[in-house]
């Protein structure tokens, strides 16, 4: 039975690398690595750029596939979503019948792939199942609250992780007076009332492109939005994520 191996690679810096990541990655017959279109080479390349570090196995062999693009046209999100997915799990299959005698498969997963991530979800689609393992990895939010060197709750105070979606379209969630909003592409911070919140934001947290703001919300939310904009159109992507706080 085919093993597939999901390893968290932190936010793309090769020394966010855990020991037990070098060494599955060094353990693998085949490694296979998306190419996710035109504007995000960068993504394909960060991952190259860790293998030529790490990998010291002659054995192992990189192979790129490409990604397929989320249908953004059906109007019900969990459709699109689930749509993709089987989509993404097709692609892999196709990328591996390939290379029938890999026994040992692995994705190089940003963050880790427990936290706000598929990965796991779409290896549960593969039939026949493969033995799935998981290496854990630093996600964005222990890189964003390392950046600002803050930590990410109050004495005794729960925190809640959500999405830039959620948020802007259910607003504040009740029991919590910190969150930390992902996967939000469309700056729903500036869809809250600003009194008294504190944001920290960064995108790129833990690269060399790394940008990083924080302050009272009114005041810094204008700017973050200049700055994300700017940065999406240098370098064609972007991954940011952020910390709101009610003071």
Known sequence: MMELTLIGIGTGNPAHLTLQAIRAINAQDLIL????????????ELRH????????????????FDLPVRDEQTANYRQRVN???DAIADAWKAAMAEHPQAARVALLVWGDPSLYDSTLRIAA????????HVIPGITSL??????????INDIG?????????RLRDEGWPAGADTLAV?????????DIDPKGVHIWW??????????????????VSDPIVQMRAEARQRHGWIMDIYILRRR
């Not at 689609?125 to 799935?132: F, H, N, Q, Y």
């Not at 105070?157 to 979606?165: E, H, I, K, M, Q």
């Open 49 to 64: 750029v860790i293998c030529d570090e790490v990998l010291t196995n002659e054995a192992t062999r990189i192979v790129e």
């Open 142 to 151: 222990q890189a964003l609250t390392a950046a600002h060197a803050i930590p």
């Open 182 to 190: 992902m996967l939000d592409g469309g700056c729903a911070f500036t």
């Open 202 to 219: 960064g995108a790129y947290v833990g690269m060399a492109e790394e940008i990083i703001c924080e302050g009272p919300l009114a005041e």
């Open 157 to 165: 105070a729960p925190f809640l992780v959500t999405t830039g979606r």
């Open 33 to 44: 690595i998306p190419r996710k279109g035109a504007g995000k080479d960068d993504l394909a």
């Open 125 to 132: 689609r593969l039939d026949p199942a493969p033995g799935v």
């Open 83 to 85: 749509d993709w997915h």
